[in-house]
Nanobody, 124 residues
Framework: QVQLVESGGGLVQAGGSLRLSCAAS????????MGWFRQAPGKEREFVAG????????YYADSVRGRFTIDRDNAKNTVDLRMNSLKPEDTSVYYC?????????????????WGQGTQVTVST
């Protein structure tokens, strides 16, 4: 399994931007479909974005499509999530995750490796 570490969270005003990064501290990500999830207090963990092994296909939750962009660099062993036009409802802990097998699966149980999470807070 791959070990993942997120960074880049913080506090931002509504309408602002943040870039989250996920690096593999052990293992390589090139064999994995990669994804980002988020979890707000009292809510279930939800899918945000996913990217294929090669990076040529991406998929997004409806709530972030057009505002967030997922990208990967297999040579650097990293996955990024660029977040624009942030809204207060985007406030959550954001998690990087990896899975083998099929793309376009969005349930957390489909992903086998997880980072520790990074907090994103969007103020009004």
């Amino acid at each position: 399994q791959v070990q993942l570490v997120e960074s880049g969270g913080g506090l931002v005003q509504a309408g602002g931007s943040l870039r989250l990064s996920c690096a593999a501290s052990e293992g390589t990500i090139s064999s994995y479909v990669m994804g980002w999830f988020r979890q707000a207090p009292g809510k279930e963990r939800e899918f945000v974005a996913g990217i294929s092994r090669s990076g040529d296909a991406r998929y997004y939750a409806d709530s972030v499509r057009g505002r967030f962009t997922i990208d990967r660099d297999n040579a650097k062993n990293t996955v990024d999530l660029r977040m624009n036009s942030l809204k207060p409802e985007d406030t959550s802990v954001y998690y990087c995750a990896a899975k083998l097998g099929l793309m376009y699966q969005t349930h957390p149980a489909d992903f086998s490796s997880w980072g520790q999470g990074t907090q994103v807070t969007v103020s009004t």
